[in-house]
């Protein structure tokens, strides 16, 4: 059964410091694997996309890291911002003719003042 | 360049009713998805047209789900008869195309709360 698993589940920091988001899944066959941010109230926003050979992925604050081989996954947050506070969810895309994502549980960021 | 829209944010319906949920997807994308969250459960796929036509709809839970394209263009999602496990919030995607260059842009989703 494919599955994407997430931790941890919930997170509080301080703003300013980082933290670093942990995924593990079980897909196969494996396309992607894309990082998500969702705010309170609205939809998933993507936030990277790596495929098979790609290891490390940025955005701005946001850096992503792929191991294929251990079927692992990180999102590491730089110097953290209030505006970052929102749920963070790993989903991989399957490869082969589906093309449907499948969703982890997502990590509940908060960052405090 | 508008997003992804849903209509309506939310709904509240009692068990047995019928519910019509409604995406409108980025311009020229031929890729609609739907997905939705049950409570404290995470996202899951529930279908993908590729313009007006059905290329998977291996996630549709059951008969009472019906998802229309005509046209290509906008969706609808039906419900009917509603039950209480059908709570929860449906979102559509769309994209431009297939593979994993191409992103999936969601919209905002529909809370459906049925009593």
């Known amino acids: 059964k494919n599955q994407v698993e997430q931790s941890p589940q919930s997170l509080i920091i301080l703003e300013g410091k980082n933290c670093t988001l942990q995924?593990?899944?079980?897909?196969?066959?494996?396309?992607?694997l894309r990082w998500y941010k969702q705010d309170t109230g609205r939809g998933p926003v993507s936030l990277t996309i790596m495929t098979f050979s790609e290891n490390t992925k940025s955005n701005g604050r946001y850096t992503a890291t792929l191991d294929a081989d251990t079927k692992q996954s990180s999102l590491h947050i730089t110097a953290s911002q209030l505006s970052d506070s929102a749920s963070y969810i790993c989903?991989?895309?399957?490869?082969?003719?589906?093309?449907?994502?499948?969703f982890g549980s997502g990590t509940r960021l908060q960052v405090q003042p | 360049e508008a997003g992804v829209t849903q209509f309506p944010s939310h709904s509240v319906i009692e068990k047995g009713q019928t519910v019509t949920l409604r995406c409108d997807p980025i311009?020229?994308?031929?890729?609609l998805y739907w997905y939705r969250r049950v409570m404290g459960k995470e996202i899951k796929f529930l279908l993908h047209?590729?313009?007006?036509?059905?290329?998977?709809e291996s996630g549709m839970p059951n008969n009472r789900f019906l998802a229309e394209r005509t046209g290509g263009t906008y969706s609808t999602l039906k419900v009917q008869p509603a039950e209480l496990e059908d709570s929860g919030v449906y979102f559509c995607a769309s994209s431009q195309g297939l593979g994993g260059g191409y992103e999936q842009y969601f919209g905002p989703g529909t809370r459906l709360t049925v009593t």
């Open positions: 047209f590729v313009k007006e036509s059905k290329q998977d």
């Open positions: 311009s020229g994308h031929d890729n």
């Open positions: 989903v991989v895309s399957v490869g082969t003719g589906r093309r449907a994502l499948t």
């Open positions: 995924c593990n899944y079980t897909v196969s066959p494996f396309s992607n």
